[in-house]
T-cell receptor, first 111, second 112 residues
Framework: GESVGLHLPTLSVQEGDNSIINCAYSNSASDYFIWYKQESGKGPQFIID?????DKRQGQRVTVLLNKTVKHLSLQIAATQPGDSAVYFCAENQAGTALIFGKGTTLSVSS | NAGVTQTPKFQVLKTGQSMTLQCAQDMNHEYMSWYRQDPGMGLRLIHYSVGAGITDQGEVPNGYNVSRSTTEDFPLRLLSAAPSQTSVYFC???????????FGSGTRLTVV
């Protein structure tokens, strides 16, 4: 099975709303997590990362929350814009291997 | 600074043919990885490398070989192409394990 997964395959929001994309991971040895955005026909684009010694990290309009107790990761996008429409992946990493990805959540933003 | 460069962008192979997907980065990154992405699925790790001369298998390594003779290049070889290897292939690189990985734009491979 997969070590990283997402709760919902699709998420539809209105422009200006806040979006929350969730991810569950099962490997307690993972100590580094990344959120990627992938637009159609393109490679994944780095959004934000977080290490396991942190609970929260903020970027420009994005916040990542990490709950190690329940092995849960979330990406919050403030004031969602049509340009945010894409597939979002969380990925985990542990010592001795490379990034492992989940299946992704498709975010659709309507104006 | 070109980032991660993948060639070719598109390729059609016949079953049984072999080919090499090229990946090069100019950022002096030690970590490099190959992924495949199938419709409706996430990226699955094929092989990865933590430095020149060091490679290891990922989640789906069968049918693929890699080598890492230089820091810059990490080619992926398909030994005998099969229709099941039809996919989009992405190469990624990173300075360290806990540093954001940069992805190339992908190679779309079709095996007929």
């Amino acid at each position: 099975g997969e070590s990283v997964g997402l709760h919902l395959p699709t998420l539809s929001v209105q422009e200006g709303d806040n979006s929350i994309i969730n991810c569950a991971y099962s490997n307690s040895a993972s100590d580094y997590f990344i959120w990627y955005k992938q637009e159609s026909g393109k490679g994944p684009q780095f959004i934000i990362d977080i290490r396991s010694n942190m609970d929260k990290r903020q970027g420009q309009r994005v916040t990542v929350l990490l709950n190690k107790t329940v092995k849960h990761l979330s990406l919050q996008i403030a004031a969602t814009q049509p340009g945010d429409s894409a597939v979002y992946f969380c990925a985990e990493n542990q010592a001795g291997t490379a990034l492992i990805f989940g299946k992704g959540t498709t975010l659709s933003v309507s104006s | 600074n070109a980032g991660v460069t993948q060639t070719p962008k598109f390729q059609v192979l016949k079953t049984g043919q072999s080919m090499t997907l090229q990946c090069a980065q100019d950022m002096n990154h030690e970590y490099m990885s190959w992924y495949r992405q199938d419709p409706g699925m996430g990226l699955r790790l094929i092989h990865y490398s933590v430095g020149a001369g060091i490679t290891d298998q990922g989640e789906v390594p069968n049918g693929y070989n890699v080598s890492r003779s230089t820091t810059e290049d990490f080619p992926l070889r398909l030994l005998s192409a099969a229709p099941s290897q039809t996919s989009v292939y992405f190469c990624a690189s990173s300075y360290t394990r806990t540093y954001g990985y940069t992805f190339g734009s992908g190679t779309r491979l079709t095996v007929v």
